[in-house]
């Protein structure tokens, strides 16, 4: 199996964002050992923010970039991107909540593989996602509570839109382990991490 690990986090060590995916990943590791991990830390090395001349080559409009506009280095790194994606069986997030939404880091990586024929299609009853296989799991740490029920709740902008994303492209059910409330005080922090990370090392494998 191949599995891609992305982290987004800006807080390195701190992030429970980090320390929950890092969990699901040990746990899928151990119960298959022969995985084969690929990681990207968005932080640690940041995407440009999408561009005309940083679509992946796959794409069908990067037909249209200019050679004097055309950056080599960096549309092969977003086809890197997209492959990296493609190849992988199942897809492990660190998404902390930044501002109501997704840190920009990740919103630049899903840039690169929301790419027309590849992930997704237009058929004549409209969009069709084109990955529906993969497994995709993703950790979320919000400061405050968001979840259902919430007074706040209309404010989340994060585990809604990462919904939208992948069932776009035909993942129906990506699957959320959620840590709240880690910045309302470090009894809330400790326990949600910890929940969290409980519900990484019981994931069905």
Not at 49 to 66: E, I, K, N, R, W
Not at 113 to 140: C, D, H, N, Q, S
């Amino acid at each position: 199996m191949k599995l891609l690990h992305i982290d987004s986090s800006i807080l390195g060590d701190n992030s429970v964002s980090r320390q929950v995916a890092a969990a699901a990943v040990e746990k899928i590791r151990k119960a298959a050992p022969a995985t084969v991990v690929t990681y990207r830390d968005l932080a640690a090395t940041p995407l440009p923010h999408l561009t005309l001349a940083h679509l992946p080559g796959d794409h069908p409009l990067s037909a249209l970039v200019p050679d004097a506009f055309a950056l080599p280095e960096e549309k092969a790194g977003s086809q890197a991107v997209l492959n990296e994606f493609l190849a992988a069986d199942t897809v492990v997030i660190g998404a902390p909540m930044y501002n109501f939404t997704i840190p920009s880091q990740l919103k630049a990586w899903l840039d690169r593989i929301l790419v027309p024929g590849k992930t997704f299609g237009y058929g004549e009853k409209g969009p069709m996602g084109l990955v529906g296989a993969k497994r995709v799991i993703v950790a979320i740490a919000r400061g405050g509570f968001y979840g259902a029920g919430a007074p706040a709740a209309a404010v989340e902008h994060a585990e809604a839109y990462l919904r939208a994303v992948f069932g776009f492209i035909g993942i129906a059910n990506p699957e959320f382990i959620v840590a709240e409330g880690v910045q309302t005080g470090p009894e809330q922090r400790e326990k949600s991490l910890g929940l969290a990370v409980q519900t990484a090392a019981a994931l069905h494998i």
